[in-house]
């Protein structure tokens, strides 16, 4: 009995720390000026997940045996869940761009600054896929929307020192780092992009 007890008290205890943190991917957010950026792919996968799972385990008449699986299958949207959240903690930006299939994309990024402009950095396979390169994107910053002008780098001391910028501004990547979640040093796959201003823009 007492067993029993306790395992309820634990999956109610995962049920809510779930459901918390389902709301959190959405609402952190909100944090940023301008427009909502809606959570996608494995951000939409960590809130929604979250929400279901904890709703099911907070559930007193929940069967036994999906309680189970919900317990079982917490630790993977947990993951996605607190990642959705706390990349979204410190300053991000949208790039809006336009996928491989050509339909409308929202790259949210984290961005860094130097004496020669506006940078921000991604796997060259996301770049390419966006056709990223000497593309004019309208970019979310501060609430303001503005036009700029993306030139790709790939070479790699560029890439480690905008990388190593990023790891200097953002104290989650620091932390992510610290625990293997977040790579220490620059991946070979990745590049840089420097955001200039469009030639033409007022």
Not at 137 to 152: F, N, S, Y
Request: aromatic fraction near 6%.
């Amino acid at each position: 009995m007492a067993a029993s007890s306790s395992l309820s008290k634990l999956r109610a205890a995962v049920g809510v720390v779930l459901l918390v943190l389902g709301v959190a991917v959405f609402a952190v957010r909100l944090l940023h000026e301008g427009a909502y950026a809606v959570p996608r792919g494995g951000n939409l996968f960590g809130g929604l997940g979250a929400l279901v799972l904890g709703g099911v385990l907070v559930w007193p008449g929940a069967p036994r045996v999906l309680g189970w699986l919900a317990l079982a299958a917490s630790p993977v949207v947990l993951f996605f869940g607190l990642y959705a959240t706390m990349a979204e903690l410190e300053e991000v930006v949208s790039l809006y761009a336009t996928d491989s299939g050509g339909g409308a994309s929202e790259l949210r990024l984290w961005i860094v600054e130097r004496e020669d402009g506006e940078w921000v950095g991604m796997p060259r396979s996301k770049a390419v896929e966006h056709s990223l390169d000497g593309a004019r994107l309208d970019l979310l910053r501060d609430g303001e929307t503005r036009c700029v002008a993306l030139v790709l780098h790939e070479d790699r001391p560029t890439v480690t020192a905008i990388h190593a910028l990023k790891l200097q501004k953002y104290a989650v990547a620091r932390a992510s780092a610290a625990i293997g979640l977040y790579p220490s040093e620059a991946p070979e796959t990745s590049v840089s992009l420097r955001l200039d201003p469009c030639p033409d823009a007022k």
